[in-house]
């Protein structure tokens, strides 16, 4: 079965870290590319970050520049996310998706069920 | 702000037809950079709905179809069924190759 599962939220203070992990399975993951999506409940998809299949390329968000890092362990088909620096505006469900990218880009056809980051005092 | 604009809510009856409009600008869309949909279904990840602008994945039923011309895509569903009551999203590419979303459009079916 085709599966991403987010693991690492949970409740952190104002400027404190947290590192996401989102386990792949079922596919061959060094193929793809992958992303990190955020939704606030009850709003919409946030775009945070992406790293191309070989790890060699990361993309982030203007919100996030500079506090988050995403990295790749294609040997334990495993996506990361260190978030350094939170703010409480950083509070949200966390999703891992990838993306097929062979010249064109495919959107994102496989989603993680999401794991929930809460910034707070 | 998103980038990329939806009109917050659409509705219609059973069976009826229905378009969500995404609106971007010439950073986006009209950079020919492919729009994608997305379904969200409630308490649920998003799933993809259609890719490449026009094209269905496996599994997804053809009352769903896209377009796009200019700086704008469209999602039209057709034969509209209670179980399509979800949040949309379409979703491009900036000249960064940054992703962009749009708002999210709620559906309604009455």
């Known amino acids: 079965e085709v599966q991403l599962v987010e693991s690492g939220g949970g409740l952190v203070q104002p400027g404190g870290s947290l590192r996401l992990s989102c386990a792949a399975s079922?596919?061959?993951?060094?193929?793809?590319?992958m992303h990190w999506v955020r939704q606030v409940p009850g709003k919409g998809l946030v775009w945070v970050s992406r790293?191309?299949?070989?790890?060699?390329?990361?993309t982030y968000a203007d919100s996030v520049k500079g506090r988050f890092t995403v990295s790749r362990d294609n040997a334990k088909n495993t996506l990361y996310l260190q978030m350094n620096s939170l703010r409480p505006e950083d509070t949200a469900v966390y999703y891992c998706?990838?993306?097929?990218?062979?010249?064109?880009?495919?959107?994102?056809?496989?989603w993680g069920q999401g794991t929930t980051v809460t910034v707070s005092s | 702000q998103s980038v990329l604009t939806q009109p917050p809510s659409v509705s219609g009856a059973p069976g009826q037809r229905v378009t969500i409009s995404c609106t971007g600008s010439?950073?986006?869309?009209?950079?020919?950079?492919?729009v994608h949909w997305y379904q969200q279904l409630p308490g649920t990840a998003p799933k993809l709905l259609i890719y490449?602008?026009?094209n269905r994945p496996s599994g997804v039923p053809d009352r769903f179809s896209g377009s796009k011309s200019g700086t704008s895509a469209s999602l039209a569903i057709t034969g509209l069924q209670a179980g399509d009551e979800a949040d949309y999203y379409c979703?491009?590419?900036?000249?960064?190759?940054?992703?962009?979303f749009g708002g999210g459009t709620k559906l309604t079916v009455l």
């Open positions: 998706a990838s993306e097929v990218v062979v010249g064109a880009h495919y959107g994102m056809d496989v």
């Open positions: 079922g596919f061959s993951f060094s193929r793809y590319w």
């Open positions: 790293i191309t299949s070989d790890g060699s390329t990361t």
């Open positions: 010439s950073s986006n869309i009209g950079a020919d950079y492919d």
């Open positions: 490449g602008n026009i």
């Open positions: 979703q491009s590419y900036d000249s960064s190759l940054s992703v962009v």
